[in-house]
Each structure stands twice: as C-alpha cells, then as structure tokens.
C-alpha cells in the first residue's frame, strides 16, 4: 500500500529557505509503527525520491502524536530562480506514493 493510503495527513512545508519538512500523522499506532518498521521507509529509499544525499534525511518519529517527521534539503533553496514551490507545499507527492512494504 501507498503511503497516502495508510497516513491520514501528509503534507510538506519549508523548514527555512534550505529545508523541507514532510509530516505524517497517523490515526492509530498500529499504522504509525507499520510505517516506521517497512524495510521501504529508511533515508536512502526517501533520498532516491528527491535526488539527495542520503546522509542528509533525518526521519523523526513523535509516538505520542502519532506522527513522523522527514527533513531534508531542498534541491534548489526557496525563492531561488528556478523554485516552482516558493513554500513547499508540493513536495509531498513523491514520499507519499511510497509503497510501504
């Protein structure tokens, strides 16, 4: 299944002019651990997915919310010629096709 099946919100947003913020929360723990524990969801997969360094994925899981927060770099920085997504309000649609298996 995709991620935008098992997630109840995704969403993306700039986490400064150099970063993007994708959050996933959950409406139960089960689906929150079956994400967190796929073998598809780890930072080199989510790097192939929006062509950067897999060194530079950080997935932060909040338990208690149900949610799990991946930061990375923008490929091109906010409001720098070229950005089609001054806020990072798209970005979303790669991580969320994800198959979690």
Known sequence: MRLYDIAKIVRSKN????????????????????????????PFAIAGLYGVDADDVRIYPFKRILAIKVTMPRPISSGAPGDTDVYGSQQHFPLAEMEIV
């Open 15 to 42: 986490a400064g002019p150099f970063n993007l913020t994708v959050d996933l929360i959950f409406e139960d723990a089960k689906k929150y651990e079956t994400v967190l524990k796929a073998a598809s969801f780890n």
